[in-house]
């Protein structure tokens, strides 16, 4: 069972960045961000092949948002600059162990973090 521990949310004004980090305990495939809003379902970010050649991002975020990882950290990061207001959410780091697996659906992804909170004032 591998263990994910999410950092680096906080408060911050629109406009500003953050960058979060998600250390995983053992070694995974393909991980992704997601983010989940007050009363809302929980939304794809951002995902990263393992390899890191191939990323994919949700249109609401992209030119906005950068993932990375480093793998011999067994670390994903996601680069958030340009915040705004509606990026507000708790984000979870997810992590699948197929490495044939990429993607969005949050059906792909085996292991979840605790979730960190981003909070954007306008």
């Known amino acids: 069972q591998v263990q994910l521990v999410e950092s680096g949310g906080g408060l911050v004004q629109a406009g500003g960045s953050l960058k979060l980090s998600c250390a995983a305990s053992g070694r995974t495939f393909a991980m992704g961000w997601f983010r989940q809003a007050p009363g809302k379902e929980r939304e794809f970010v951002a995902a990263i092949k393992w390899s890191g050649d191939d990323t994919a991002y949700a249109y609401s975020v992209k030119g906005r948002f950068t993932i990375s990882r480093d793998n011999a950290k067994n670390t994903v990061y996601l680069q958030m600059s340009s915040l705004k207001p509606e990026d507000t959410a708790v984000y979870y780091c997810?992590?699948?162990?197929?490495?044939?697996?990429?993607?969005?659906?949050?059906?792909?992804?085996?292991?979840w973090g605790q979730g960190t909170q981003v909070t954007v004032s306008s």
């Open positions: 997810a992590a699948s162990k197929d490495d044939q697996v990429f993607g969005g659906s949050r059906l792909l992804y085996n292991y």
